[in-house]
């Protein structure tokens, strides 16, 4: 049986590489990426405590479930996003898309 | 050190040097393929977990359907000449951040004591989990399908040319 904070530790560890990726790169894509990362997290995290620490009702379980459902949804509507923006600006990168920036 | 252990510190392995790989690297598509190796990683710790369904939609909808999506984006929207410069100049302040967080979220983790933890991890059959899902859950399921296809227009919507482009 492996420990319950096992889970927990890795997935505070996928968690924080997805955010450093979210903080740290330039390009929309690969901030989509990193996005991706913390989900995965996240889902991990639900799922553990659901089957460690109420295995009757596992809602964590159902959670997770619509974490990759939003996911799915939300990568969509990115990509259409990224799309729009290499159409107008030629670049996918974030820092140029700065026309509502005070 | 149980077998069980064995398979997790592999598994858990091979997710954060996938996960390092996407945030590190410095060719986009190098970034997305780590992606597919870490997210597959994670499909086996929902196995570890034992949620098998979980896992088998982990490998159909992110192994899959997403990863396709975000190589579409970037074949779509790829630059002449490569950028030399994949991080921006908050680089060092991610770090940080990121840093501090994963600090002091271990340091929480391990220092919590779980109340009611289980010693026998109870596999969840897809028959109770659809019992679960389509009886108590129905509702929300029913809005999910709905935010799907509401991303779904929207994204066509977004992403349709207009006339003159």
Known sequence: MIPLNNFLVLSTILFSLGMYGVLARRSAVMILMSVELMLQAVSINFIAFAVYLSPEQFTGLIFAIFVITVAAAEVGLALAIILRLYRNKATANVDEADTMKW | ?165
Request: glycine content about 8%; cysteine-free.
């Open chain 2, 1 to 165: 050190m149980t077998y069980e252990e064995v398979i997790f510190y592999v598994v858990a392995a091979v997710t954060v040097i996938g996960g390092l790989g996407v945030v590190l690297s410095r060719n986009i598509v190098h970034s997305a393929l780590f992606l597919i190796l870490s997210l597959l990683a994670v499909a086996g710790v929902f196995v570890l977990l034992a949620a098998e369904f979980l896992a088998i939609v982990q490998v159909l909808i992110y192994g899959g359907a997403v990863t396709i999506l975000i190589l579409f984006a970037m074949m779509l929207t790829r630059v002449r000449d490569l950028p030399t410069q994949v991080d921006g100049p908050q680089k060092p302040v991610a770090f940080l951040v990121a840093g501090a967080f994963l600090g002091t979220s271990i340091l929480a983790v391990t220092s919590t004591t779980w109340p009611g933890q289980t010693d026998k991890i109870h596999v969840i059959s897809f028959q109770e989990l659809g019992n679960v899902l389509f009886r108590n859950w129905a509702i929300p399921f029913e809005v999910a399908s709905l935010v799907l296809m509401v991303a779904l227009i929207g994204a066509i919507i977004l992403a349709r040319a207009e006339e003159g482009e």
